[in-house]
């Protein structure tokens, strides 16, 4: 799933992924725009900058923290430092997440609200969000579950099992619609 094997790497990626979802070219004038007047980039921008700092020798570990925890105060979002994000995230609007430990894949969109946590009794290796998954504004994953590729949650769904690849997950508790083999 983590194919990116660098911060420069996954950052491209993301610059890539919300270049297509605005449908606009990479461009100088893009790029501006994207860095300095754009929340989401610039909360996704501040997470691969703390995973950049690890490699910082002696205060990597220290300095990873303090730019996560500024983000976390700034955005009223947290990524946990813990998750293992790939590259292509797209947050259009950064306020409200929060995701605790697990794996998200590569070109996933995290729309605001969404909450990704564990449930009392799990084995807490967290939720495991594939490649390509898209969760809508407000949707909650509880527990030690996965996403398959191309997976959808709509807006304000309660996922608290499995969702195959290409499904559909939609209302409280979530019905699985369709998927593919």
Known sequence: MMTDDTAFGRLKADIAHFACRQNSPVSIGFLVRLFLLTPGFGFVFRRRLSEAAVAVPGIGRLLRRWLWARSCVRYGSELAISTEIGGGLYVPHPFGIVVGHGRIGRNVTLLQGVTIGNLA?????????????????????????????????????????????????????????????
């Open 121 to 181: 009794g799990t084995d807490g290796r967290g939720a495991i969000v594939a490649d390509g998954c898209y969760i809508g504004a407000g949707a909650t994953l509880l527990g030690d579950i996965s996403l398959g590729e191309d997976a959808v949650i709509g807006a304000g769904s309660v996922v608290l099992t499995d969702v195959p690849v290409g499904a559909t997950a939609v209302g409280t508790p979530a019905r699985i619609l369709g998927g593919r083999g």
